[in-house]
């Protein structure tokens, strides 16, 4: 028998998630890059203009482009522009993020206080390690929990690595992307409970906010099943703090009004 389709072969847009946020009492979205295509960006902006629910974006930039200034300016212009991201999982070099003209990029973000998603693999947080040190007032996130090997169920240097890393008081933890990284058919709460506890434990609620990862989540469960993993891995939470991961942490970060 052919494999089954994905579920990510089709096209996703705001029609299909407004729905489910509204069922599940959240204000809006933050809709974050796919590709590294330059007119991603000014589709996502017109798709914002057109949905109340999208709070903001966040764009890829080139980092490496001489011409990075006249880029943020422009996407600078539009209120709903939020924050930079790039696949650094993707690049070859574990250490792409400390080159000199990515260096450079990121100084142009913290100057301007644009702040910056790091997708990442837990060979990349001891480069990310020491990024803070040539960027110490960049405010940074760490996209899903820096893809954990959740599926194998190890803790063993990616833990370590957090910890290091959140001592930086200006470096947040998306929880997310984490049943993706679990064995898709198989996964439970009980599955992500070690993760979450840790970066709960060494960030706070002052630094995490959950994410769906939504469609990508649709491998593995739907967003319903997401949130639901995610507050049982986490168990018993204060409403302060659990309105901070739900939704203050992000807004404060991204500068949502």
Known sequence: MPPAPSPLRRTFLPEDLQPILERNRFDGSIVVQATTV??????????????????????????TDPSLGT????????????????PVHDEADDRWLLKPEVVRGLKELERRKIPYDLL?????????????DKTPSLNMVIDHLAKPLIA?????GWAENMERIAK???IHVKISGMITEAQWKTWTS?????????????????????????????????????????????GP???QARNKV?????????GIQ
């Open 38 to 63: 330059p007119g991603e960006a000014t589709w996502l902006f017109e798709l914002a203009d057109k949905h109340p629910m999208i709070l903001g974006v966040v764009a890829w930039v080139d980092l």
């Open 71 to 86: 880029t943020l300016d422009r996407l600078q212009a539009n209120q709903k522009f939020k924050g930079v991201r790039h």
């Open 120 to 132: 990442l693999r837990p060979q990349h947080l001891p480069a990310a390690i020491e990024l803070i």
């Open 152 to 156: 194998k169920q190890q803790t063993a």
């Open 168 to 170: 930086a008081r200006q």
């Open 190 to 234: 009980d599955h992500l409970k070690p993760y979450v506890q840790h970066v709960w434990d060494t960030f706070g609620p002052d630094r995490c906010m959950f994410g769906s990862d939504w469609p990508v989540c649709l491998l593995a469960g739907i967003w319903k099943e997401v949130l639901a993993g995610f507050t049982q891995a986490l």
């Open 237 to 239: 939470t204060p409403e």
């Open 246 to 254: 739900m939704g203050e942490t992000a807004a404060r970060f991204y």
